[in-house]
């Protein structure tokens, strides 16, 4: 076989002359220019050329979330659900009961919680005056809220331990990174009245199998803090090695020298790790009843095969803690010696002063928090290693397709009787191509569709097909219930 050699010959473009694809060139419109009238200083007019104004494009930037805030598409529906579904389900399993406080509280109840010289009061708490003249605030966490609502909903004349969990929304100006915003959602529990290291042990192994549950594979970070004797004791011996080691520190751990030291083992500027790795350790300053409750905490989770690790520094960043403090973070962080709160996927402990600081009578408690936005990148990332999370409640097996207006408006009548009766399904009623239509059923990955055309919508029949044989039933209108049941396609919302 001969192959003829094609030779294509290119025109001469003569100078001065326009190329070709100047002829389908789009044309732009040049700015309209008015003429506008002044009066110059002697009194003569002059006129002057403007050019008229282009449309402003300073609305899409006003209507941007503020810094540090953002959306949850239905795009990260999947993950969010499935977040909120394992914590109400492991909640309920353990027995804490569902509670919803205030997102805004006066000012003074997280700083007589949180305390003076922590960073949340001092630099992240969104504060502001009302109306009336008081200070309120955006709650920056749950604990004090949850217990002020024990507080003042006289929840110590129940039977104890009360035990809570809640999930919303906390507000803190701080700086915003992976997995950190000004806006975020928790996850927590909360137990009060009792004080025993099951309690204790209990809440970790909550929030353990909670991400477990989800298949993040977790390792909890444990210390013990004692008692307010204890750290007292401790206090006096940290001062003294910081102050030896003052220059090697950040400003901000200078000032906490005298206004909260322990804060210092909580810093996470580069500069002050290793002065923070060299410094006494708490443990050594227990007391012996304190000493023998961390024991036994970690009894607990040794027979519960809870995997943990002894963090000496760990102090977490709030002043309400006594006795068990822990974190929790992702195994794949397990590298990262620097453990820092900013990794951490949530934490607690024990805050066995709080409740009578707020004004109630003493008594124990101890909770945690998770927050929810590591825990959404966390099953992204699984998701993407091309692991499984968790699906929470398929809603159907079935899409529900429609063709022509009469079957549209049909359509949303039998979607609705089919809710009714405890039936759900996928539909799109804005699209009118059927194509279309299921393109959508095959992304929602049903097995099979109902379709309504104008001729059924007639009939008083409707179409079920099977999505992978592309076999089709025609059926009654009035018995696609019966039809879906006895082929095990429908998902049941309630009988």
Known sequence: MVIKKQTIKLKKVQKNSKPSFEKNKKITKKPVVKTKATVDNKGSE???????????????????????MKDILPKDEQFWKAAHHEAEDIAHAYNFGWIETPILEEVSLFIRSIGKGTDVVDKEMYVFEDRDGSKVGLRPEATASLVRSYITNGMQSESQPVKVWTCGPMFRHDRPQA??????????????????????????????????????????????????????????ELVAYLRSKRSYLCDDCKKRMNKNPLRSLDCKVEQCQPVIED???????????????????????????????????LVRGLDYYTDTVFEIYEDQDKADTQKSSQGALGGGGRYDLLIGQLGGQ???????????????????????????????????????????????????????KLRREGVLVYHNIGKSSLKGQLELANKYGVTHSLILGQKEVLDGTIIIRDMDSGIQEIVDQQKIKQELKKNNLITIKSE
């Open 46 to 68: 002059v006129t002057k050329k403007t050019e008229e104004k282009k449309p402003s494009k300073k609305f899409s930037k006003d209507l941007a979330p503020l810094r540090g």
């Open 279 to 313: 410094a006494p350790k708490i443990i050594d300053w227990l007391g012996v009843e304190s000493k023998k409750y961390f024991m036994k905490v970690l009894e607990y989770l040794d027979e519960l095969e809870v995997p943990y690790m002894l963090q000496p520094t």
């Open 179 to 236: 997995g950190r915003f000004r806006q975020f959602h928790q996850f927590n529990c909360e137990s009060f009245g009792v004080k025993d290291a099951s309690v204790d042990a209990e809440l970790i192994v909550v929030a353990y199998n909670f991400l477990n549950d989800l298949g993040i594979s977790s390792t909890v970070f444990i210390n013990s803090i004692g008692s307010k004797e204890d750290r007292d004791n401790y206090t006096i």
């Open 362 to 416: 003493p008594t124990p408690a101890s909770g945690f928090a998770i927050g929810l936005e590591r825990v959404v990148m966390a099953l992204k990332n699984l998701k993407e290693k091309g692991k499984n999370i968790p699906i929470v409640e398929k809603r159907s097996k079935i899409f529900f397709a429609q063709l022509g207006d009469q079957a549209r408006m049909r359509a949303l009548g039998l979607i609705e």
